[in-house]
């Protein structure tokens, strides 16, 4: 093969349907038609002397040649993206999307302030948020359909760029009607009778890092409804008997419920930003990296 000969152009392409497995969905992402992209293809593998991809009844299947030239080749297109950006970043002029996922505690301690920042400080921003699935971060960094995922450190796969935000604390929460508001000091006994509501992403579960420190000190909770959601919960406990143990900055500006200090010591968590690599030199994306830093900090 002469390099002199190859159009580079054919790289992209061909690192987009690795990424893909599929002519329909690689079209989307380049804002090419499919016939474009298998004449490209079909480029490719005369310029290689290979394949490329073989059809299956799985889809597209990558060849050994190909599975061997895709890690190289997004690293050189990645260096070459760096390369090739020579303009200043200018948050007010920018116009692009920025694609974030993390939980619903996430979401409200961190993305709602983030775009009400960005909507002074750089209002051609978009913001794409979406709750985030643990088990797909490492896949949506690769293929470039998630930009920031906000994730504590041992749920964060090996191999992205991460940095920490904060730790929290937990404390207890229940309506200001609730008679256990009214007590100067929640007792450990009164805790523990008292009827809770818990949160479960995946559902189901009624027990959690709060049981676990009750049963280290020989004690236990009455746990009697699970929700997929913290704003679920919060909306339970302002209308019922319900307490629940919740992150403390979820409720940091809440005027609605009554929130007290827990009578046992419950581990908190770190909040954890994490990152690809074909981002990290980016300008705009370090930018909005230290816009949520920032607000974390705040």
């Not at 970043?89 to 920018?94: H, K, L």
């Not at 505690?105 to 009400?116: A, D, F, G, K, T």
């Not at 406990?237 to 419920?257: E, F, G, M, Q, Y």
Request: hydrophobic residues 45%; glycine residues 4%.
């Amino acid at each position: 093969m002469n390099l002199q000969k190859l159009d580079l152009n054919l790289l992209k392409v061909f690192d987009v349907l690795m990424d893909e497995r599929n002519v329909s969905r690689a079209a989307e992402r380049l804002a090419l038609s499919q016939p474009a992209v298998s004449g490209a293809l079909t480029r490719l593998r005369d310029s290689l002397g290979d394949p490329l991809f073989v059809r299956t009844q799985h889809g597209m299947t990558p060849t050994m040649k190909a599975t061997e030239l895709a890690a190289p080749l997004k690293r050189l297109l990645n260096e070459l993206a760096i390369v090739l950006e020579s303009e200043k970043f200018v948050p007010e002029q920018a116009e692009m999307v920025l694609s974030i996922a993390g939980t619903d505690y996430s979401l409200s301690v961190i993305i709602l302030p983030l775009i009400e920042r960005l909507k002074k400080l750089a209002p051609g921003i978009k913001v794409s948020a979406r709750f985030i699935r643990d088990e797909l971060v490492q896949q949506q960094m690769e293929k470039g359909e998630l930009d920031i995922a906000l994730m504590t450190p041992d749920t964060a796969p090996e191999g992205l760029r991460g940095k920490t935000l904060f730790t929290e604390d937990y404390v207890c929460v229940m309506g200001k009607n609730n008679p256990l508001a009214k007590l100067p000091v929640l007792t450990l006994d009164d805790f523990c009778k008292a009827d809770h509501a818990i949160v479960s992403y995946l559902g189901g579960a009624f027990s959690g890092a709060t049981d676990k420190a009750l049963a280290s000190l020989g004690f236990q909770r009455n746990v009697t409804i699970s929700v997929p959601s913290f704003l679920i919960l919060l909306d339970l406990v302002k209308k019922t008997s319900l307490i629940a143990v919740v992150p403390s900055r979820l409720v940091t500006n809440s005027t609605d419920l009554h929130v007290t200090d827990l009578p046992i010591l419950v581990q908190g968590f770190t909040k954890y930003m994490v990152w690809h690599e074909r981002t990290h030199h980016h300008q705009a994306y370090q930018w909005l990296r230290e816009q949520v830093a920032s607000i974390s900090y705040a």
